[in-house]
């Protein structure tokens, strides 16, 4: 059994709101403006040689007589992109930094800074790195920033740890970890126990793992307020079970509880933000594993709500989870209900790694979140959950089978299949997320990654 908790990884950067007299300047410049260059000739003679043009995100750092870093300029580009400040840690000299001239609402810039500072060291037998010291304007709340970069940090570490050191029993530990940080109750059934409880899927697809299945329960808040309630798919590792994946279908299998990690990140927010809100975290936690005792492909499970569905395939693992968890979610009849889960590879063939798709059974909301998402550049994009292929969802022997038999509309079947176990709560929404990111960008590195949960966090704020 592993129980080991990391402790999340700090930000290098500290962000202070009283400037000292060693700050060095960062000066944003537009693309091709090159007014800057006739108020600091030396800048303008450096930036030649250097070929800076004020593209976005590209960093020049200009040294003073001596040959130490005095000031930088960053280029903004034409203004559009948010996280240009993505690479500054990296680039800059050990120090104290500001910035001169800033847009009106600097959120995502000092964002973007932090975000681009991760590094996962765990694993390196070297944990020393540099660390800056930036001055933030009088509009950033600074407690609001250090939680948004504190908890994408934590989300991304629970989703870089390997399954050696993040199993179901690991997971739950890390909820615990939360429950104790900030006074909310957790509970968890874990087992036989879970046939005890009628979890039966959750039990049906976790019981081959060498640890064992589980579901974990957090509770906090005003019984009062709205009732929020986050589910999250924790599959620790998604081998396929009997129908395994390919060995690269297989590598990136760690990520398959990006679902948990994500809606354990937007639930720290909810609690560390002290927002009016009655919180429930359910996260069923599995390692889709293959042993004697593994379900089957043919198989027929009994879900929680009474459902039967028929095993097409057992790689389809995650939705069959997640409905016990949706189910025992709805049961409380929640005013939201939302889920994340890296549920399907469609998704990514549909929309890519970056632009998560998401359904959502109320038509305001659904707008509100696709443009809320936009604004504040954690994007999100609406699918519809068409009634007209609920019908590839069926079987001849259960009420449902957990696959259609052509590959088309995966993510949408998906979701379909999981709307089948919500019908009490006034508002669900599904992620259909990707947690990762493939390619490195400004801010993002290659590795675990927050989606959706700054969205969802700023609407949950506005309530
Ligand atoms: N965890 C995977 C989905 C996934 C794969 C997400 C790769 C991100 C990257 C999920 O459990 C799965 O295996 N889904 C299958 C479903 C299929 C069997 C209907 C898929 O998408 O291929
Ligand atoms: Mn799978
Ligand atoms: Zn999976």
């Not at 129980?3 to 962000?15: K, N």
């Not at 798919?233 to 299998?253: P, Q, R, T």
């Not at 599995?286 to 028929?310: H, Q, W, Y």
Request: proline fraction near 6%; include cysteine; charge should be negative.
């Amino acid at each position: 059994m592993s129980r080991i908790l990391a402790p999340i990884t700090s930000c290098p950067i500290e962000f202070t709101t009283e400037q000292s007299e060693h700050s060095h300047p960062i000066i944003l410049v537009a693309e091709n403006d090159f007014s800057f260059a006739s108020e600091d000739t030396v800048a303008g003679s450096w930036a030649k040689a250097n070929h800076f043009t004020g593209k976005s995100g590209d960093i020049l750092v200009v040294p003073d007589n001596d040959g130490i870093a005095s000031r930088a300029y960053l280029g903004a580009g034409d203004g559009s992109d948010a996280f240009i400040t993505g690479n500054l840690f990296k680039q800059l000299p050990e120090g104290e930094w500001h910035f001169e001239n800033l847009p009106e609402n600097p959120l995502n810039l000092f964002l973007g800074l932090g975000l681009g500072s991760y590094k996962f060291r765990r694993y390196l037998q070297t944990k020393a790195q540099k660390k800056l010291k930036f001055t933030l304007p009088d509009n950033i709340d600074k407690d609001e920033l250090e939680r948004l970069v504190e908890t994408t940090f934590l989300v991304r570490d629970l989703i870089n740890t390997p399954t050696n050191d993040m199993e179901p029993d690991t997971i739950e530990e890390a909820i615990r970890q939360l429950g104790r940080t900030y006074g909310a109750t957790v509970t968890s059934i874990w087992g036989d126990d879970l046939l005890k409880q009628n979890f039966p899927m959750v039990h049906a697809v976790g019981r081959a793992g060498s640890v064992a299945p589980r579901i974990i329960d957090l509770r906090w808040g005003d019984e009062n307020h709205p009732k929020v309630t986050l589910v999250g798919k924790g599959v620790a590792f998604d081998s396929g079970g009997l129908d395994i994946k390919s060995a690269n279908g297989m590598l990136l299998m760690k990520k398959d509880m990006g679902g948990a990690a994500n809606v354990m990140g937007l639930a720290r927010l909810i609690m560390d933000a002290k927002l009016p809100i009655r919180l429930r975290l359910i996260v069923p936690a599995v390692e889709n594993s293959i042993s004697g005792n593994a379900f089957r492909p043919g198989d027929v499970l009994k879900s929680r709500k009474g459902l039967t569905v028929e095993i097409g395939n057992t790689d389809a693992e995650g939705r069959l989870i997640l409905a016990d968890a949706l189910a025992f979610g709805d049961e409380e009849k929640p005013d939201y209900l939302f889920d994340m889960a890296t549920l399907t590879g469609a998704a990514r063939v549909a929309l890519g790694p970056d632009v998560p798709p998401f359904y959502c059974n109320n038509e305001n909301l659904g707008q509100k979140i696709s443009r809320i998402s936009m604004e504040i550049q954690d994007p999100l994009w609406q699918l519809p959950l068409w009634k007209p292929y609920q019908k590839k969802l069926a079987s001849r022997i259960a009420d449902l089978n957990n696959v259609t038999t052509d590959g088309f509309a995966g993510s949408i079947t998906a979701a379909l299949f999981l709307q089948k176990f919500v019908d009490q709560a006034a508002n669900w929404a599904h992620f259909d997320i990707y947690g990762w990111t493939p390619a490195e960008k400004p801010a993002f590195p290659i590795g675990g990654e927050a989606q959706g949960i700054r969205a969802l966090y700023t609407i949950l704020k506005g309530l």
